[in-house]
């Protein structure tokens, strides 16, 4: 005997009565289609980006006419030779990138004690605390960590007022390289924890505790078996936080105070400032190149870390 | 049923006690996983911890491993106080539960770990690994990596890298728990060759009973972290200290009442209006008390209503509830009105009478006196 439809919640009624519509507007014939057909806002994204990307190139090829302030007619290659050549491009590519190895470095360095305490710990109010300090900055937009940064570092600022106290004088703390890197460990550490952490639960808490009852004391616990278990989520991170920090733009533009700036501030200045628009395409090209052959180094050297998903990841 | 050896001496001397545990205890919060357990440990001995979950036999391997400080008591490794060394201080080899091999690592490399974290001689090591992978049967392996190795082909690697580097102490940490049942018995003989072939005092914990009489030279029973019995396996089984003891271990058939008289090691209890005389196996059975008399599966005889159940001192008539075919024997599931519907299980391991009784049928039980041990409550 069949019990009688009102005995179902109506939750599932309604879920009937959907799939029943469904049904009707999506035959079954048609399911096959259904899962390119969800793919497909991601490829139209994506598309425009690509588009994006094909007019920036364009742009790139043609010079400003600086009476008339309009762009050429016809193709050339001046812009690349401009940035290939002039110095002021060089530093300030070398600048970015010397900047985001560094600060790469030093998150990593910060950011695996914290991903291996947060992971490990038996205490559940230290572990929700630290991922608490963690997810707090994130909350803080960058702009306004950035300009937190300042009345922090300032010369009248708490940093300085404190070495007032044991009697050093007032320093410049600010709009300086090393500021600009503190500002970006800063704001990076959050990512590289977040990309840590999975890799580091990824290691058994028993192969450390058999390292230690074969003879390896916590030192080489860490660099024979903790370490190379780990090269996955240090190179997610990595990869990350390199690219992130290379193409970044409040944090040297504030902490940097115009005197620091990265590829990306550069950018804006040719865009926004001189309108030099086919410039700016030219520096956003080689930015894009410079962050691809990056991440395609590290892939090759490394493999792609907890970023490669599926079967191949070893 | 394991090995029984000749009459062994009472008390070793000092200097062959491999491991001496005193008065260990370990509290966890307000939780006592390990209560004042004390026992010493032969050399060359194959001891084997038995408990069900929560005994707190893992416990206290870690702490003989090092991984836990004992809250209360002292351990003694070779005469030597422990409880500062820290585990990579201790000469211990161990097999993990999940056998903890180093995934980033082929197996040779996995056996060389600790012969390198121990600073051997480098040019010894190469030769030494492979001696010791010939010994788990897996020469040739060496070069492969962890994943590429079968579940019992790793759990040969994770013995020899336990062994390589001449432990005072193996302690396997239930390792083979999650093998399949053929997979797990062919283990556990060969833990015990090569437990003999090198003369490692062995300390394993398991859950299995099978297992801890198979394996053992001596077991440990253990019950919500107490040790309630220390025997060889062959004493455990035949004579068990507690009702606990031998519940856990092999199929045991409790009839409850009170003991009604105590005459040097006969005891008479009382159930169900019944007089059953059995063996006083407690030292604190007292006349009066409740008590439990606890019989075998395989001590009871059955046999038809009518028929004859000569020179047993207890028989009592049954009714056949279930009967389950295991292959070499028959288990039969027998209800016994007269000691108030006990179930009682007995096994009946004659292949020409397999099956001769089935559900419903009335039939008779019958065991000795000396074979139902009779525990206080």
Redesign the interface.
């Known amino acids: 005997m069949r019990t009688p439809r009102a005995a179902y919640p109506v939750t599932w009624r309604v879920m009937d009565m959907l799939e029943r519509l469904a049904a009707a507007v999506w035959p079954s014939s048609f399911q096959r289609g259904l899962p390119y057909l969800m793919l497909l806002p991601a490829i139209v994204l994506v598309g425009l980006l690509v588009l994006g990307l094909v007019q920036i190139g364009d742009t790139s090829l043609r010079v400003l006419d600086t009476s008339t302030f309009l762009m050429s007619e016809d193709y050339t290659l001046a812009n690349y030779q401009r940035v290939l050549t002039e110095n002021f491009f060089a530093t300030v590519a070398g600048r970015s990138l010397m900047g985001s190895l560094i600060v790469t470095a030093i998150t990593l360095l910060f950011a695996f004690p914290y991903a291996y305490l947060m992971v490990r710990t038996p205490s559940s109010a230290l572990r929700k605390f630290l991922l608490v300090a963690l997810f707090l900055p994130f909350f803080i937009g960058q702009v306004v960590r950035a300009y937190g940064w300042l009345i922090i570092l300032g010369n009248q600022g708490m940093v300085n007022e404190a070495l007032g106290l044991v009697g050093v004088p007032p320093m410049r703390l600010l709009y300086n390289y090393p500021a600009v890197l503190f500002g970006l460990v800063q704001y990076m550490l959050p990512f590289a924890v977040l990309m840590l952490a999975p890799a580091l639960t990824a290691i058994p808490n028993e192969l450390e505790a058999a390292a230690a009852s074969l003879g390896a004391g916590w030192v080489r616990t860490f660099r024979y078996v903790v370490l190379p278990l780990s090269r996955p989520g240090l190179v997610g991170a990595g990869l990350v936080v390199v690219t992130l920090s290379l193409t970044d733009f409040a944090i040297p533009a504030i902490l940097g105070g115009g005197t620091q700036d990265f590829i990306a501030n550069a950018i804006y200045d040719q865009f926004f400032r001189t309108s030099d628009q086919g410039l700016g395409a030219t520096l956003s090209l080689m930015l894009v190149a410079v962050g691809s052959i990056l991440v395609g180094v590290v892939f090759m050297l490394f493999g792609a870390g907890t970023l490669a998903m599926g079967e191949t990841r070893k | 049923m394991g090995v029984v050896d000749a009459v062994q001496p009472a008390v070793e001397p000092r200097d062959r006690i491999a491991v001496s545990v005193k008065d260990v205890s370990m509290v966890f919060g307000n939780v006592h996983a390990v209560r004042s357990a004390s026992f010493d440990l032969p050399k060359g001995r194959f001891l084997t911890i038995l408990g069900p979950s929560g005994s707190g036999k893992t416990t206290l391997l870690r702490m003989i ?3 836990d400080r004992p809250t209360g008591g002292e351990i003694f490794i070779n005469g030597q106080p422990v409880s500062a060394v ?3 201080g ?1 000469a ?3 097999v ?3 056998l ?5 690592m082929t197996a040779a490399e996995n056996v060389a ?2 012969l390198k ?2 600073r051997h001689d480098a040019r010894g090591i190469p030769e030494k690994v492979e001696r010791y992978l010939d010994l788990v049967r897996l020469g040739g392996y060496g070069s492969r990596r962890i994943n590429e190795l079968s579940g019992g082909q790793q759990q040969r690697v994770a013995i020899a ?2 062994l390589v ?1 001449e432990p005072d102490l193996l ?1 396997l940490d239930e390792p083979l728990a999650a093998l399949d049942r053929k997979l797990r018995e062919e283990m556990q003989l060969e833990f015990r060759r090569i437990q003999k072939e090198l003369g490692v005092t062995t300390i394993n914990v398991t859950h299995d009973q099978r297992e801890a009489l198979v394996v053992s030279d001596e077991i440990i029973v253990m019950n919500g972290g107490s040790i309630q019995q220390k025997a060889r396996p062959v004493d455990a089984y035949r004579a068990p200290s507690n009702a606990f003891v031998a519940n856990f271990i092999g199929v045991t058939n409790f009839v409850e009442g009170r003991v009604v008289e105590l005459a040097g090691s006969r005891a008479t209890i009382e159930a169900n209006g019944l007089h059953l005389a059995g063996l006083a196996a407690d030292a604190t059975l007292a006349g009066g008390k409740p008590c439990a008399g606890a019989v075998r599966a395989e001590q009871i005889r059955v046999a038809p209503k009518d028929g004859h159940l000569d020179g047993l001192e207890t028989v009592v008539d049954g009714l056949v509830v279930d009967c389950i075919f295991e292959g070499e024997r028959v288990v039969y599931e027998i209800r016994v009105p007269r000691l108030g519907g006990v179930l009682m299980r007995v096994f009946d391991h004659d292949p020409e009478s397999h099956l001769q009784f089935g559900p419903g049928d009335a039939v008779r039980l019958g065991w000795n006196a000396r074979d139902m041990h009779v525990f206080a409550k």
């Open positions: 491993a090092g991984f820290p585990p990579h201790r211990i080899g161990m993990f539960q999940k903890a091999l180093f995934p980033h770990f600790p974290m121990r890298r336990a580097f302690l």
